[in-house]
């Protein structure tokens, strides 16, 4: 099984501050159709999670833009350019390249 | 509008069974994938299980020979037949669309004598 490596898993952010969250497969992500099928989730608390970013940088629609995801191969990044109040949950990686498809162990954003 | 809606859980006992429903709107249950995913109480998310357009399917060794996947075109809804069920399977089960991209509210399941 892919394993998918998050950090930090606790993020305590000030207020108007960047965040950034690393995840790191134990293999390369890479479909056979050249995509690379890594999605950043977000998770607030007692709901559902959503999903934020596809194919490692696509921003999902209704995403703020203060949300980026980029990366290759086996790293990737989830960066947060101006934290705000609403964001606070928990951030999961996953891929959906290789059955099982696989999710980080979260990162836990809270506002310092 | 574009959404899932799950539904059949519920506390059942050890060895015991239950069927989950996934009812669609907005798009068809066999487009790309569709698949379950649980999430144990104060856990992270496990895939538990997927099917695809072309009918193939998928399993977590963890549910493989237990769990069933379908879905009926003819209702727009995606199952998972849970039979032989274990404490370990008490999770909230959510219905998701292909690579994540639209997730149900969830329904809860609770394996307990």
């Known amino acids: 099984d892919v394993v998918m490596t998050q950090s930090p898993l606790s993020l305590p952010v000030t207020l108007g501050q960047p965040a950034s969250i690393s995840c790191r497969s134990s293999e390369s992500l890479v479909y056979s159709d050249g995509n690379t099928y890594v999605s950043w989730l977000q998770q607030r608390p007692g709901q559902s999670p959503r999903r934020l970013i596809y194919?490692?940088?696509n921003r999902d629609s209704g995403v703020p833009d203060r949300f980026s995801g980029s990366g290759s191969g086996t790293d990737f990044t989830l960066k947060i350019s101006r934290v705000e109040a609403e964001d606070v949950g928990i951030f999961y990686c996953?891929?959906?390249?290789?059955?099982?498809?696989?999710f980080g162990q979260g990162t836990k954003l809270e506002i310092k | 509008e574009v959404y899932v809606v799950e539904s059949g859980g519920g506390l059942v006992q050890p060895g015991g069974s239950l069927r989950l429903s996934c009812a669609a709107s907005?798009?068809?249950?066999?487009?790309?994938?569709m698949g379950w995913v649980r999430q144990a109480p104060g856990k992270g998310l496990e895939w538990v299980s997927v099917?695809?357009?072309?009918?193939?399917?998928k399993y977590a060794d963890s549910v493989k020979d237990r769990f069933t996947i379908s879905r009926d075109i003819s209702k727009n809804t995606l199952y998972l037949q849970m039979n032989s069920l274990k404490a370990e399977d008490t999770a909230v089960y959510y219905c998701?669309?292909?690579?994540?991209?639209?997730w149900g509210q969830g329904t809860p399941v609770t394996v307990s004598s």
């Open positions: 099917l695809y357009s072309s009918g193939g399917f």
């Open positions: 996953m891929q959906t390249t290789y059955w099982p498809y696989t």
């Open positions: 998701a669309r292909a690579h994540g991209v639209l």
């Open positions: 194919k490692v940088s």
């Open positions: 907005g798009f068809t249950v066999n487009a790309i994938y």
